[in-house]
């Protein structure tokens, strides 16, 4: 286990020392969000890692520790939209995540790993964690949207932060998680396909014009330190169960510590199919959850809890893929439902990726609706190198104003393998 710790750390190095400068800055900021959470990781993991090594079972000979360290920089281009007055639009956006995965099995069987993701990424300065003020509408942020209609003062740069750091146990019983991570709703989502993976027209990781509202991918808790369980997969169909106590992560994807109202005792239940139906061919993926979560907030129009419902599917046929996901959450309000949908399709030509996706997206309490469209191909251009391309049109209709953009999206993904350990 020491080996492995230092290799984490050594890695980490090695990225501050040899990045740019904004990329130094930015892991040094996801440094100082490891000090704040170290400790409680730290005793937790210490403990149950001494647990698991003082069992009989734990004391057999078992199988080498493998230790996986991946790194990967994506870069999004977005240099001439064509903008609507009031929406500012973001030339150049990145993200660098340094993704570090341990596992050993034990001679029963029992797989016992965990798992240190860093991310660093400069995200439009107005969105930081997919919240947004579009002015308009003076109220609270939605429980699970995020979304505002008052007016924005945000100017965020980028960000450093620890977005999993969670041990895993996986045996005949089922796979326990305890730390850091997402919980089972989001875990379990499926989707449209798209050829775009940062900088799509939902659940987008980077958003270059500040107006993507679609958002189906069921994440209400963010990275927050929880316990989950999922049972094994029985002809194709898997259940999990979260349960966070505080959500309290100010993720790079999902800020729930920024958001009017706080979210505590979140429970979160959801089932997964993967099958491959053996005489078509067809593979179908399919997800369904609900959520739910305490509210803590002044205001009288509050609920007492944020209850979410959601589910998608996507099935691959020989020559292409279709798929669509769609949400509904109270928000946590009365009267403040967020809905939105998307679907897709997907195919390849000649060793490259095209898709069409369109969504749409609505919040009743920001007052808030929205669409989007992208047509995109995405290719491999040399090992661990990849290029998209996307021509998106999307717009975003506020009680304080329309905004809008229109335009290629360039989409650039580096990747390969960091660092690689086998050891007793």
Known sequence: MTRILSAISLSF??????????????LRSAAETIGDQGMRITVLGGAMLAG??????????????????????????????????????EDVLYEVTL???????????????GRLTLRGQRDHPARPGFLGRFGGAPGP??????????GSTRDTGARGQLEAAYLEFDGGYGELRIGRDRGAAARFFEGAPSALTHASISNAYLDPDGIKIIRTNHDLTGPSAKISYATPRILGLRAGASFTPDAEAAGLDRNVRDMSADLSDAVELALNLSRRLRDSGVRIDAGLAWSSAGIDFAGSSARDRVGTWSAGANLEFDSFEVGGSW????????????????????TELADTEISLNYGEAEDDLAGLLGDGISLAARRDIA????????????????????????????????????????SN
């Open 52 to 89: 698991a090594a003082l069992s009989p079972l734990a004391m057999a000979q078992s199988a080498p520790i493998e230790f996986e360290s991946d790194l990967e920089a994506v870069t999004v281009i977005a240099a001439f939209h064509d903008t609507r007055a009031g929406t500012d639009s």
């Open 13 to 26: 190095r090695v990225c501050i020392a040899f990045g740019t400068s904004r990329t130094r800055a930015v």
């Open 327 to 346: 949400i509904k959450s109270d928000n946590g309000f009365a009267g403040a439902d967020y809905t939105a949908w998307e679907i897709g399709v997907a």
């Open 141 to 150: 942020s939605g429980a699970y949207s995020g979304l505002s209609g008052e």
């Open 383 to 422: 090992n661990g190198l990849e290029l998209a391309v996307a021509y998106q049109d999307e717009a975003l209709s506020s009680a304080g104003g329309d905004f809008g953009g229109r335009g290629v999206v360039v989409e650039i993904t580096l990747k390969g393998d960091f660092l690689r350990i086998n």
């Open 99 to 113: 993704d570090n995965r341990f596992e050993k099995v034990l001679q029963n069987g029992l797989q016992i790993g």
